[in-house]
């Protein structure tokens, strides 16, 4: 007989609750507003949890354990969030124990990006067997990632490890909010690559790009904007993506010398371009890759979607159940 668990995926606007059986199948789900302040929010997980398990015909105690993946910097061991840039006034919110006993079973917290790594590594595009080395690039607002390692979750000493948005890549570059310069996710999220666009319209007024029509009309632009503009032959469009997906070949290749693992994933809004994505960050990887010898690892996308962090955060749960 299968068992099952749940995953909840907190977000800084909407918290996701699924049942997912211990093979990654994800059997029901639900979603709710986030709400505000440590109490609500709380409340409103606990409400996804339940509701996610009413509509898989199931019952509380049918639920092994509970994984939680949640904004960070936190404490995956003692299950606390030390703070969240997302979730105003939390501070050192004992999250783990919170929910673990309002639904009454065994709780586990872990980071939300490492949650979808680990959802993809073991459910995703990288659920085979011979897949033991695995990275995940989530591209949004930010850039978020995860790391295994010989099928091992990496956390690191301070729960920081795979913070691969705070990659260096251009040296004495922009200053991030993170307080170092330069960090990848300044220059290939998907955030920031609407925002190129519109520093380069701003730097040129006189360069021709459709672009311009969205700002005329008191719109901002974004990543999305940005590939439909390329897709349709915009210079200025296409320039700018092509920066963002040379940025990304650049974390590849240190990624692929860091660890030599066999696939790295591309998952988050920006891959919703698909192959648009995927074909130039392989050129781009090709053309800055190292020439001694074949590079085996994989550039794939995700598979998963927006279920990748309750799929992992339960998966988390079932493996750490196992280890108890």
């Not at 898989?56 to 606390?80: F, H, K, T, Y």
């Not at 949650?115 to 993809?120: I, L, Q």
Request: with cysteine.
């Amino acid at each position: 007989m299968e068992k099952k668990f749940i995953g909840i995926d907190l977000g800084g606007t909407n918290i996701k609750a699924g049942v997912v059986s211990d093979v990654g199948k994800l059997i029901a789900k639900a979603s709710v507003a986030t709400g505000s302040g440590p109490d609500q929010v709380v409340e409103r997980m606990i409400q996804a949890a339940r509701q996610a398990v009413r509509d898989g015909n199931l019952e509380m105690r049918d639920i092994e354990a509970v994984g939680i993946a949640s904004p960070g910097p936190l404490s995956s061991a003692d299950g606390i969030v030390l703070r969240s840039a997302n979730l105003p006034g939390w501070h050192n919110v004992p999250l783990r124990d919170l929910v673990g006993k309002a639904l009454n079973r065994p709780a586990f917290l872990e980071n939300d990006a490492k949650s979808a790594a680990y959802g993809e590594f073991t459910a995703g595009a990288g659920a085979d067997e011979t897949i033991t080395n695995f990275i995940l690039l989530t591209l949004g607002t930010g850039v978020g990632g995860g790391i295994i390692y010989h099928g091992r979750l990496i956390r690191g000493v301070s729960d920081s490890a795979a913070e691969i948005g705070h990659m260096i890549v251009e040296p004495d570059g922009d200053v991030c909010g993170c307080g170092q310069r330069g960090c990848l996710e300044l220059y290939a999220s998907a955030s920031r690559t609407g925002k190129y666009a519109q520093h380069l319209l701003a730097i040129a007024p006189s360069r021709a790009s459709s672009l311009r029509s969205l700002l005329a009309a008191g719109s901002t632009i974004d990543a999305r904007e940005v590939v439909e503009h390329a897709k349709m032959g915009d210079e200025l469009a296409n320039e700018v993506w092509d920066r963002a997906c040379r940025f990304l070949a650049l974390a590849c290749v240190n990624a692929a010398r860091w660890l030599d693992p066999q696939m790295l994933a591309l998952a988050g809004g920006m891959a919703a371009a698909g192959d648009f994505l995927l074909n130039r960050v392989k050129h781009h990887f090709a053309r800055l890759n190292w020439k001694m010898s074949e590079t085996q690892m994989q550039i794939v996308l995700a598979t998963l979607g927006n279920d990748a962090g309750v799929i992992g955060a339960a998966a988390l749960a079932r493996d750490a159940e196992h280890q108890r």
